[in-house]
């Protein structure tokens, strides 16, 4: 059975970091696109930031360039999402996700952790 | 941009429900025929789970009341017959592009 589960969330004031955590099991994580999806309260989903299986490639939303960073270490089958520069704006719940073999269909979804920015 | 359309709609048990999705550019991949279109169901205080995936393949387990349909810009998520658990919110998902964009959701309710 597939499991992501998130860690590392909480309240942090404008401008700090945080360092978002995924543990990954059930499937062969260093085969796999991987997706960090975010949901602000009462609001629609968008894609943060995505990483090929070998971690050579990655790809952010305009919003989140120059302040996230994606990464993942597959000898520890976990993603990992560095925030820095948080804006209040950030305040959502943040998915880790497992695309379809080669593409980004997000078959498996986390139960997500909820990053708070406020002052 | 994904835009979905009604952004909202409540119907009866048993009544069959029609979500549109449109995309602003084309998302079939001519070199394998494939729409990278996906549809999502999200209920209350839950994770999304995927229904759909290039644009008329069920996932695994996926009720057989649910089908997507659609080619190239336009596409349709149809409930045949709207049960009580489907209630929530669907999305749709381009992932020809990356980062994969999202559509703002529709709410189905039960009238």
């Known amino acids: 059975e597939v499991q992501l589960v998130e860690s590392g969330g909480g309240l942090v004031q404008p401008g700090g970091s945080l360092r978002l955590s995924c543990a990954a099991s059930g499937f062969p994580f260093s085969s796999y696109w991987m997706t960090w999806v975010r949901q602000a309260p009462g609001k629609g989903l968008e894609c943060v930031a995505n990483i090929n299986p070998d971690g050579t490639q990655k790809f952010y939303v305009d919003s989140v360039k120059g302040r996230f960073t994606i990464s993942r270490d597959n000898t520890k089958n976990s993603l990992y999402l560095q925030m820095d520069s948080l804006r209040v704006e950030d305040t959502a719940v943040y998915f880790c996700t497992k695309g379809i073999l080669g593409y980004l269909a997000l078959d498996n979804w986390g139960q997500g952790s909820l990053v708070t920015v406020s002052s | 941009v994904m835009t979905q359309s009604p952004d909202s709609l409540a119907l009866s048990l048993g009544e069959r429900a029609t979500i549109t999705c449109k995309s602003s550019?084309?998302?079939?991949?001519?070199?394998?025929?494939?729409?990278?279109l996906a549809w999502y169901q999200q209920k209350l205080g839950q994770p999304p789970k995927m229904l759909i995936y290039?644009?008329?393949t069920r996932a695994s387990g996926v009720p057989d009341r649910f089908s997507g349909s659609g080619s190239g810009t336009d596409f349709t998520l149809t409930i045949s017959s709207l049960q009580a658990e489907d209630v929530a919110v669907y999305y749709c998902?381009?992932?020809?592009?990356?980062?994969?964009?999202f559509g703002q959701g529709t709410k189905v309710e039960i009238k």
């Open positions: 290039w644009a008329s």
């Open positions: 998902q381009q992932y020809y592009d990356t980062p994969p964009t």
């Open positions: 550019h084309d998302i079939l991949y001519r070199s394998n025929n494939k729409n990278y």
